[in-house]
């Protein structure tokens, strides 16, 4: 099994001393990471438990598991369902060391490993508001065009969208803005491809992710709403692998090299090609065009630690030449270093990185250039460990931002810099106290820069506590009350926040206190034969959070740029899922309403609010051996600004007389008005195929099966009289293909 | 056990829907368009509805009473219907006096009366050029201040465009009562015979035009005053681009 190298199954003769240690009973840990032995990924929630003494535990996200040993000689058993498990001597004192364990898969046909894996969570984490879904959950899930994470994310309970051509999301209520969206710990900022239309992230690259929604734990700050963290994968280091597609809007390779000294590198890239494929077609030069590149690197540097060296770049180009030049780019592109060391039972986390957002726009040849780089670093260092039956965690973050916007409109300078320093600290308890499960943390978070000579800081202290009390083996009930802040707030106006390709974000300092939220959060969760099931019911209070003001005073604008309002949303989310078995699927339904203020307007919507939405989703083998996933989604209409009112503009004309000019109208209060309900149907049809050594997957696409005219929005046509009410729409019946070829 | 946890989450969450949303604002039923003119031969008032999105746009309302109450007397307008608006007209005459001011009232059975105040501007007279004067593209515009006018909107038609279709123009707003050089933006279309045209208006019918606030009790619209002058030139000459004047020293 595994890397004869590394410290997998120890077995030392017995020539080691025993020890005191069997008398007195003084707590020793043994800890390490658990991998998959053929991807190196780590795994999570693997079983790790002592035989003669009957104590045990589960790696965490990144495989890692710290148990204490208080007697010898003991066996360590290590399991998870889907791999052969893998067992482990302690005879001695002498015997605790780091260990990293490969388990080596074993193909199970009755039970997923998914099953085993959220038994164990169900057990070990608070889990108020998370939820995860598998990948290749996702990868089956019918979605526009390719997979994509965060369309994905849409179809849980409590996420709501307000259009279909955007993965932008909304949590419980809360803005897109206020989604704190992490790639293997590093946060991204503006994480989107085409108007929202995609993320940026290749589901190909990705091992795992986590989601957190109302109630999120103190590890993670900076955010008001939820937490998305993906996790990449770690790369094989058997032979190499590769992994092509080809789609309707790109194309992507992976590939896994293994390098010297078991060290493990992933490269992928994808590239869309319209501009390349449609002037070959048609005379029309598509102007637009994206692509992603990303590696990684993972060595062992000892038993105990490990190194991780990633980097990434996403650009988006538009380019128009003709008859007037347009040239815009905007994309992510940032790099990465995490050290992780463990000793008995510790571990360690050191990463640093480094991000820079670009924007940049250039009309007319120079006549407007608008330049705006966001440059963010990262240093950041997480200590676990176990004390007495307590888990704990304490954490250390410092992030540097570079705010830069610089503009010329013919020959008009505009220029505004600014460095911010966000600092986090954070710790987390956890402990099972009988039936109850009790997850003590807080935050103690502030920012500090200065500007035009006059420096500003603020901190905030920001409690967390999460509870569960199990009802049984299978039923349990949960809690949690928090404060959180974000000291960066989204420049974008209401209108068009669910179509920006990307925000321009800014701190909150001086006038703008950081945003500020309380949630308080009550549920249930359960485990049955065929899956789980969770319903939880959630109050956010946003005290403070802000937008764009429409009114803003480009000479003033560190006091007019944005406007300040507050918010509430509270409901009810459930799910009920099916993962076992040959028909898989999940049903969730939500409740809910979202109101905010804002300046002198009134109490009103907010604009992603949704009374309700379901969304029912079912896998099922078909006929010729492929496989069938439908996706159904409902949900009440979003509000809108609406006309409820149209009179005549007058004016004296050039007869001097009094003349028609044009229509005016008057509009509701915002988001006073409703859309109609939306709703569609998608269906996904999937074949696998080998051929030779090479396996693949074909599958065909249909969004919006029966064609349903959801509206987008809706305006009167005064060319008629009586004026016509006119409708755009959301995306129609849109069938797409993909081929994808693993090696 | 579980059903009472879910029964406690209800009625604690419940209370939260007590917080009114607001809908839709009340707008009024009508919109009227009154402007008192000092230079000009009728004066007209237009009412109309406000109306539903999709209902049928008429030509205005013609059950209404529409005067204008000035300081010794009051005008009664007349409905007339012209290019298939109903509009209420009144002879101009010497009721309509600058620096004063006048009430409009308009009644309309089953509605709240509809009143607003308003203020005609001071006379004022165009001095450069003069009437019939021959003009090119540095030729500046000058006028007289006006009293209690907030702004001037200058506007330049060719004569000839009366009898045929509308012509492109653009009107220019100005605080100031000078026009250095009569190029803005594209005024003479070429040679011809034109009509300049001074508008002082108030600060009513300014927000109106610009902003499309309104000024009225019980109804959209505005009531303003405004005091016009207009003369007629005969430019000579081509576009304007074509002409490399330089800027007028005159000064007045």
Redesign the interface.
């Known amino acids: 099994m595994g890397d004869p190298d590394c410290v997998g199954v120890a077995h030392f003769n017995n020539s080691i001393k025993m020890t005191t240690l069997l008398l007195l009973s003084i707590a020793l840990y043994i800890s390490g990471t658990v991998r998959d032995s053929t991807t190196h990924d780590p795994l999570p929630y693997v079983n790790v438990y002592t035989i003669l003494h009957k104590s045990g535990t589960s790696t965490d996200l990144n495989g890692f598991f710290t148990l204490n040993i208080d007697t010898f000689p003991e066996y360590i058993v290590f399991s998870f369902l889907g791999f052969k498990p893998e067992t482990l001597l302690i005879e001695s004192e002498n015997d605790i060391r780091p260990v990293t364990i490969f388990l080596a898969p074993k193909p199970i046909k009755t039970k997923p490993i998914v099953v085993e894996a959220r038994r164990t969570r169900f057990h070990q984490e608070v889990g108020t508001g998370d939820i995860t879904l598998p990948l290749n959950a996702i990868k089956k899930t019918p979605q526009l065009l390719e997979s994509d994470l965060l369309r994905s994310i849409q179809s849980l309970p409590g996420v709501t969208f307000q259009v279909d051509f955007t993965s932008k999301f909304s949590v419980q209520g809360g803005s897109p803005q206020e989604n704190k969206v992490l790639l293997d710990g590093i946060p991204l900022y503006n994480p989107y491809h085409l108007g929202s239309f995609f993320s940026v992230f290749d589901m190909d690259a990705l091992r795992y992710f986590r989601f957190e929604r109302a109630g999120f734990g103190a590890e993670y700050g900076n955010a008001l709403s939820s937490v998305l963290e993906a996790y990449q994968k770690t790369g094989r280091t058997d032979r190499i692998h590769i992994s092509t597609s080809l789609g309707l809007l790109t194309s992507k390779i992976f590939l896994e090299v293994p390098m010297p000294r078991r060290t493990s590198l992933i490269i992928g890239g994808r590239r869309s090609y319209f501009d390349i494929l449609v002037p070959r077609l048609t005379d029309f030069r598509f102007p637009y065009y994206f692509y992603d590149m990303y590696g990684k690197l993972e060595k062992p540097l000892s038993p105990s630690s490990r190194i991780k060296v990633a980097g990434f770049l996403n650009r988006d180009i538009f380019r128009f030449i003709d008859p007037f030049q347009i040239l815009i780019n905007w994309g992510n592109s940032g790099a990465s270093i995490q050290w992780e060391y463990f000793k008995t039972n510790k571990r360690l986390n050191l990463t640093a990185a480094l991000n820079k957002f670009q924007t940049s726009l250039n009309l007319g040849g120079g006549l407007i250039e608008i330049n705006s780089p966001m440059r963010t670093g990262l240093i950041k260092t997480t200590i676990d460990y176990r004390t007495s039956g307590w888990k704990n965690t304490l954490g250390f973050s410092v992030e540097p931002m570079h705010f830069a916007y610089r503009s010329s409109v013919q020959g008009m300078e505009f220029n505004l810099k600014n460095l911010t320093w966000v600092v986090g600290l954070y710790g987390v308890a956890k402990k099972q106290f009988g039936t109850w499960l009790v997850e003590l943390g807080a935050r103690l978070d502030g920012d500090f820069l200065k500007y035009k000579g006059k420096t500003y800081w603020s901190i905030y202290p920001d409690p967390r506590i999460r509870l569960k009390y199990f009802?049984s083996d299978r039923?349990a009930?949960k809690g949690a009350l928090g404060r959180y802040h974000q000291f960066l707030a989204a420049v974008v106006g209401r209108e068009r926040e669910e179509l920006a390709s990307f925000s321009y974000w800014v701190p909150l300092f001086g006038k703008f206190q950081p945003m500020e939220s309380y949630h308080f959060v009550?549920?249930?969760e359960g485990l049955v034969s065929f899956g789980d099931w969770s319903?939880e019911?959630y109050?956010k209070e946003i005290t403070r959070t802000y937008e764009e003001n429409p009114d803003l005073d480009p000479n003033n604008l560190e006091e007019t740029l944005l406007v300040s309002g507050h918010g509430?949303a509270?409901g009810?989310d459930a799910y009920i899922r099916k993962d076992i078995g040959s028909i898989q699927g999940m049903v969730s339904v939500s409740l809910g309403?979202a109101?905010g203020w804002f300046k002198d307007e009134?109490?009103?919507?907010l604009p992603w609010d949704r009374t309700f939405s379901a969304d029912l989703s079912i896998s099922t083998p078909f006929l010729w051996g492929t496989t069938v996933t439908t996706r159904w989604t409902y949900g009440t209409g979003t509000p809108y600004t609406g006309?409820?009112?149209?009179?005549?503009?007058?004016?004296?004309?050039?007869?001097?007389?009094?003349?028609?000019l044009r229509y005016?109208y008057?509009l509701?209060?915002p988001y006073?008005?409703r859309l109609p309900p939306y709703h569609r149907m998608d269906i996904s049809i999937a074949k696998r195929f080998s051929i030779g050594k090479a396996s693949g997957t074909f599958r065909l696409e249909v969004i919006n099966l029966y064609n349903h005219r959801n509206i987008f929005i809706y305006y009167?046509d005064?060319s008629y009289?009586?004026?016509?009410?006119r409708d755009v729409g959301m995306l129609p019946v849109l069938p797409s293909l993909e081929v994808s070829i693993r090696w | 056990?579980?059903k009472r946890?879910?029964m406690?989450?209800?009625l604690?969450?419940y209370p939260?829907?007590c917080?009114?949303?607001?809908?839709?604002?009340n707008?009024p039923d009508y919109?009227v368009?009154a402007?008192l003119?000092l230079g000009?031969d009728t004066q007209?008032v237009?009412v109309?509805?406000?109306?539903?999105?999709?209902?049928?746009?008429l030509m205005g309302v013609n059950s209404a009473s529409v005067s204008i109450i000035a300081p010794d007397t009051q005008i009664t307008y007349e409905p007339h219907v012209?290019?298939s608006?109903v509009?209420f007209i009144a002879p101009s005459g010497g009721w309509l006096q600058p620096e004063h001011e006048y009430t409009l009232s308009v009644e309309i059975p089953g509605s709240e009366l509809i009143e607003a105040k308003t203020k005609v501007p001071g006379d004022f007279e165009i001095v450069y050029p003069q009437n019939h004067d021959t003009v090119d593209t540095n030729t500046a515009l000058v006028w007289t201040s006006s009293r209690y006018a907030y702004y001037y909107i200058v506007?330049v038609?060719p004569v000839d465009?009366?009898l045929n279709k509308?012509?492109f123009?653009i009107p220019l707003l100005t605080r100031d009562t000078l026009l250095d050089r009569f190029v803005y933006p594209f005024l003479f279309q070429g040679t011809g015979d034109y009509l300049v045209?001074v508008?002082a208006i108030d600060s009513s019918y300014f927000r109106y035009?610009s902003y499309?606030e309104g000024n009225i009790d019980n109804a959209?619209?505005v009531f303003g005053g405004t005091v016009?002058k207009e003369l007629t030139v005969h430019y000579e000459g081509g576009m304007p681009y074509e002409n490399k004047g330089k800027t007028s020293n005159k000064k007045y």
Request: aromatic share 16%; proline share 7%.
């Open positions: 009802l039923v009930i009550v549920g249930a319903i019911a109050l509430r509270f009810a309403q109101i009134p109490v009103h919507y006309t409820v009112g149209i009179f005549r503009l007058m004016h004296i004309g050039y007869t001097g007389k009094t003349e028609f005016s008057l509701s209060y006073g008005l009167w005064t009289n009586p004026p016509r009410l | 056990m579980v946890v879910l406690f989450v209800f604690a969450f939260l829907n917080i009114k949303v607001s809908g839709t604002p707008y919109n368009f402007l003119r000009v007209e237009f109309d509805h406000v109306y539903d999105p999709g209902d049928t746009i012209s290019d608006l509009l506007s038609y465009s009366f509308p012509p123009y045209r508008e035009i499309e959209m619209g016009v």
